[in-house]
């Protein structure tokens, strides 16, 4: 917990020139670094430190945003200068971006390739620690409908159940539908099981016409094809 009687570093602290705040309004939040943009959300500095020392020492620890992304509650939180508090508003800044993405339906994404499915999801797959399958919901314009985020821990063709894939596209009306997984390795070079859970989501598919478009594997910075490999399909 920050220490009230200690002395704290704004961002009004900084010269007029040098507050992101001001730098944002002035030039866009493109303009901004990573540091800053951080320091907007944070606020206050700590002991000896103004709130982009501060910002850019997080980061640093983390590694990157991706890192920041990755880390818990907890980790955060445990950060010096840092609280429940700044570390709620770090994870909340993140969750609203990813929810914009699907909030106005004419803006939902469409999905014409593997790569467009990786640009959407990757990002919050860096954030998982196991394995976890999720299945994009595509209407007849293979626009997203929805993400479903069904299981987590060890996947295999014998844990996870296929009626409960398709059960979300019947009831969402699904046309057809993407199951997207992560290897937290970061390898995503489909295993045996992949394949096998595959080859039984497209049999089912073909009895309920709902066609699986895919079955992508996730892995850090890159991804693997099911569809494109020719496994399973």
């Given at each position: ?82 609280g429940p508090a700044k570390a709620a508003q770090i994870k909340a800044a993140i969750e609203l971006g990813n929810r ?134």
């Amino acid at each position: 917990m920050e220490n009230e009687n200690k002395p704290t570093y704004r961002i009004t602290d900084l010269a007029k020139e040098e507050r992101p705040r001001e730098r944002l309004a002035n030039l866009g939040a493109g303009a901004l670094s990573k540091s800053e943009l951080l320091a907007i959300l944070l606020r206050v500095g700590t002991e000896g430190e103004n709130v982009i020392e501060l910002s850019s020492r997080v980061l640093q620890e983390f590694g990157s945003l991706r890192g920041l992304h990755r880390a818990s509650f907890e980790e955060i939180c445990s950060i010096k200068g840092l609280g429940p508090a700044k570390a709620a508003q770090i994870k909340a800044a993140i969750e609203l971006g990813n929810r914009m993405m699907l909030e106005d339906p004419e803006a939902r994404p469409v999905i014409g390739s593997p790569e467009d499915v990786f640009a959407l999801v990757h990002y919050d797959m860096l954030g998982l620690m196991q394995e976890h399958l999720w299945i994009l919901l595509l209407d007849t314009r293979n626009k997203v409908v929805r993400i479903e985020k069904l299981y987590q821990g060890s996947l295999n063709a014998s844990s996870v159940r296929v009626g409960e894939i398709y059960k979300a596209a019947i009831q969402k009306n699904a046309a057809s539908v993407i199951v997207i997984h992560n290897h937290p390795s970061g390898d995503p070079k489909p295993s045996p099981e992949d394949i096998a859970l595959t080859r039984a989501l497209v049999q089912a598919g073909k009895l309920l016409d709902i066609e699986l478009l895919d079955h992508i594997v996730i892995g850090h910075g890159k991804y693997a094809s099911l569809k494109e490999m020719g496994l399973g399909f």
